[in-house]
Structure formats: C-alpha cells, structure tokens
C-alpha cells in the first residue's frame, strides 16, 4: 500500500492550497472534513477524491489515497482529529428560471449561509442566490454549517444587481425583507414564482435593493427588534412554503 507522507507532495500541496478561496476558484475543488458530508458527496457525486490517513479503514466502498497523520492533519482545521478528507468538485450551477428561491445580499457569516442553504433545502427551495459579497460558499465552516445541502440544491453565486436584474427578466417576484416596512408577513401571500431576499447581519438589504423589490414586509415581533437573518429566514420561508 502505498502512503504520501510528504507534506512537499505536489498533490497535497495543491489540496492544502484549497484552505484559500482564490485556490477553491482557480481549481473547482474544496475540502470536505466530516465523514456524513464526504457521503453526501459521494450520493451526489461530487466527491473528486477520498483521502484517508494510514492506519484507518476505508469502508466507504471507493478508492482512497492513503496518507501520514501529518500529511491528513495539514489538510484539515478541525479540532479532533480526521481520518478521512474529502475533496469535493465545484459545480457551475446555471441560474433558475422559475420556483421558489432565496437570495442574500451580503450576508458576511459562513454559518448563516450554511444555516440557510441547509433550510432551504429541508423546505424545497428550488436555489439559492447569493451576492459576490457573501461569505465564500465553499469555506468550510459553511460547508459544516450547510450539512451536505450544498450538494442538494443550486447555490449560485453573482452580482447583487445581475441577480435582481435576472429576477425580474424571469417573471420572478421579489419580497424583500427590512425593519422600517409597515407590513407585516403575516399578511403577504406569494406569487407562483418568487424569490426571498435577506441582507448583511448589521446592515440589512441595501436601499438599492429594497428599491428593486416588488414587495417588503418586517417579521411580527413582540418587545425586540432584531433576528439573526439566518433564523429570519426559517420563518419567513416556511409562511411563504405553506402558505402557498
């Protein structure tokens, strides 16, 4: 059995580069750290490669590189140590036309993106958009965060004004989200074609955005004013889910 145990290994150090987003870009791969996401991958078929350390077992029914504890440990940020690394293929997913879909304007934190790409998932969202200002989808505290729905459904990522201008040229009907509406979610009832729209964690939706929506509403709240935009979002896609 032959093992890589040079951190110098032309291989490894492409894959260890992949830790960069300009690397993940250039490369169309990205690390893969927890056993359940690798098989997500592998269901989807996504996975380009298996990496396992030495003296592990491979029972995922593929083929695997084997490689040192230090080798596998340098590809790695996780606390406890792994036994296996995947590396996952980026897909160029090609904007959707129609359906229900979620947008995010400059949301910045990479468990957020995670927490709402895995939500729209679990509630049948067709995809999800996100400015080129967003936290990095294939960072891998959004890979943790998303649970292998990064593989389930469309993530596209682009300009924030190509997204709104591509909206509208669909027939797709915008619904924004912001504190200084006066109407509540409650009363809004989707279109057949719409798409869900969430901004940056401090700043909200830009005014340029709000602009461009054909429709905004606030969530009821009771004595606080604030919600983390990934829970914002859970609420307001199950209402426009099941009340449709």
Do not use: W
Request: aromatic content about 8%; some cysteine; overall charge negative.
């Amino acid at each position: 059995m032959e093992v890589i145990r040079s951190l110098e290994n032309s291989r490894i150090k492409l894959y260890r580069s992949l830790k960069m987003k300009k690397y993940r870009d250039r490369y169309g791969l990205f690390i893969i750290q927890e056993r359940h996401l690798i098989e997500e991958a592998i269901r989807y078929g996504r996975l380009e490669e298996l990496i396992c350390v030495e003296d592990a077992v491979n029972d995922f029914d593929i083929e695997c590189t084997f490689v040192s504890r230090e080798v596998i440990n340098s590809l790695s940020d996780n606390q406890s140590p792994n036994e296996c690394i995947g590396i996952g293929r980026i897909v160029d997913e090609q904007l959707p036309k129609s359906g229900r879909l979620i947008v995010l304007e400059d949301v910045q934190d990479p468990g957020n993106v995670g927490t709402i790409i895995r939500t729209a998932a679990c509630f049948g969202y067709d995809g999800v958009l996100l400015s080129d200002r967003c936290a990095d989808i294939y960072n891998s505290k959004t890979v943790s965060a998303c649970q292998g729905a990064v593989f389930a459904v469309p993530v596209i990522r682009r300009s924030m004004a190509e997204i709104m201008d591509y909206l509208k040229a669909n027939g797709i009907r915008t619904y924004g989200t912001s504190l200084r509406e006066e109407r509540y979610l409650q009363s809004v009832r989707p279109a057949e074609k719409y798409a869900l729209i969430f901004g940056n964690e401090g700043q909200g939706l830009t005014e340029e955005t709000l602009k461009k929506c054909d429709e905004c509403f606030k969530i009821e709240m009771d004595s606080f004013d604030s919600l983390n935009v990934a829970i914002a979002m859970a609420i307001s896609a199950y209402h426009f889910r099941y009340e449709e």
